[in-house]
């Protein structure tokens, strides 16, 4: 695996995997060896929250199965449990003894002690005073605000059917019958009908009545087809947040 400087700040941002290619916690920075320029720790950072920073010695990593980030032979339980040292851009002698002792690496204790070995370099010919060293150029950036849409449910509209009473009001004819008494006087025409029978007598005629009633009938008679359906509507929001930007002044210590 190369571990020449400029290969080795490409691991930055990648996840760094136990001997077990169990994840670790993503790369954060790599120190590099004051003397060699060759990169000798890894700044991880870990938890859940990516609020724990530890620091694991990088010589011996090897690219993970398929390319899946950065393999040290450590458990991830070791990484997690190292000392406790803030990434204030140098490690002191002592620090790097603590590692080293944790790691179960004999470079504690030799030559190198007493001399910060692990600085924040990149490499280059900058001078940064503040942090890890670059090149002799600044890189200005900006935050640029990336507006986008989302969906999110709204709200439901459901179909439902329901039966309610109405009262209706119909009006239909109705015929009945009734009876009509008719008297004609006799002629020679209904003479003979008049006289057929006992002149005294008494009888009895019978006329029966028919009238109509109004019924009620009731049929069901389907109506129309009721649906839901959707329209889009577009409209436009209005977003308003906060970009930051780097800007660069010149300070000439000659004034």
Known sequence: MATTPSDVLSWRGQTLIDAHDEKIGKIEEIYLDADTNEPEWALVTTGMFGNKQS?????????????????VPFEKATVKDAPKIEPDGALSP?????????YGRDEAGSSRQGQPLATGERGGPGQDTSGPNTDDAMTRSEEELRVGTTEREAGRVRLKKY???????????????????????????????????????????????????????????????????????????????TVRSERVDVDDARR
């Open 55 to 71: 620091f694991v010695p990088i010589q011996g990593a090897t690219d993970g199965a398929d390319g899946n980030g950065i393999r």
């Open 94 to 102: 002592q620090e790097e003894d603590a590692l080293y002792r944790h």
């Open 163 to 241: 039966i309610v009473e109405d009262q209706v009001t119909e009006t239909v004819p109705v015929r009945r019958e009734e009876v009509r008494v008719e008297r004609e006087p006799i002629t020679d025409a209904n003479r003979g009908d008049a006289l057929d029978g006992p002149d005294l007598s008494e009888e009895e005629h019978e006329v029966v009545l028919h009238a109509e009633e109004a019924v009620v009938d009731k049929k069901t008679v389907p109506k129309e087809r009721v649906r839901l359906d959707k329209d889009v509507t577009t409209t436009e929001e209005t977003v308003t947040d």
